[in-house]
């Protein structure tokens, strides 16, 4: 098969010939049709997230099982398929009660640990496979059916862990970026006042077009001050993709009663907050981490309904991969991107 593989941290792909993978038990391959390309690949690419070499990346796929290892009924050869990203034991505590993002014994990521969608086939264990509803017409929309799986997914899992509700107001800091503009898209969907908050004014008129009702940049504005004059007070929910010391820290202040602060940048910053302001608004200070398998498919049903769509601005073909993973290092991609592996009548 043909593969975008990374020899190293920061090299450009080599687009090689590689043998076929073929599924143990338990496994299955299937035929990546699209591969969605986000930051959090580049991290790896970038040599920003540590991994393994020779390595191929990729996780936001739309496939098709081509063959199924020995032991597997719940998976046939013709499925139409997306992966689920992380790599859980589905044994633990955790796993059981459908909270497997919290698993004790975490294996890992899809396309860090073992070898993602950036190639003509990829091999899983089969419970990093989901089904595809019906109501989604992959072939004719591979590359945003793919992306749902995280871009849509992580957004719906904050809505639900925040409990974001019609008519509060919520503050999206780093809106301009792939998850962020996501973010903004499901908070309007779930009908809250949107306030997109990022330093990259470019990107505030795509914000707006996903629903954004107030653009803030925070290099020329005063935040917090301003995010509560927009809302009369303090903002209900504040979610930060950035997760710096600055950035949590206003998210905080920006909170008015009952707030809700949700953190999802991970950058291992630590941020100060005033206990009794806590105390006094009944503050809540919380993470959240991608997100279910069940809120995979609930979002791929949502987007199925037509609720929601993700936004997919640039495609590409494996020739053209090293070039849009230069234009996602410099913030230049707008939503998501998706490298194009195999035309659906391939298959
Ligand atoms: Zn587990």
Known sequence: ???????????????????????RRGEAVARVISCGAGLTIQHVKAGRAGVEYPRIIGHEITGVIEAVGQGVTDLSVGDAVTTYFYLTCGRCRW???????????????????CDGGYAELINLPTQNYIKLPESLDWQENAAEVGVITDAIATPVKVIRHAGIKPGETVAVFGAGGGLGIHMVMLSKWAHAEVIAVDTATEKFSACRDAGADHCVNPNKEGCPELLKELSSGGVDVAIDFVSSTQ??????????????????????????????????????????????????????????????????????????????????????????AAIMINGPKDT
């Open 1 to 23: 098969m043909r593969a975008l593989v990374l020899n190293g941290p920061n090299e450009p792909f080599s687009l090689a010939t590689i043998p076929d993978p073929e599924p």
């Open 247 to 336: 950035t949590l820290e206003t998210s905080i202040e920006s909170l008015g009663r009952g707030g809700r602060m949700v953190t999802l940048g991970g950058s291992g910053e630590s941020f100060a907050a005033h206990s009794h302001q806590m105390l006094q608004k009944e503050l809540v200070l919380m993470g959240s981490r991608y997100a279910t398998r069940q809120e995979v498919i609930d979002s791929l049903k949502l987007c199925g309904r037509g609720e929601v769509w993700p936004m997919v601005t640039e495609t590409t073909d494996m020739e053209g991969a090293e070039a849009l993973h230069g234009r996602l290092e410099q913030g230049l991609i707008t939503g998501r």
């Open 95 to 113: 796993c059981q009660i459908n909270r497997e993002t919290l698993c004790e014994n975490f294996g890992g990521y899809v396309g860090r640990v």
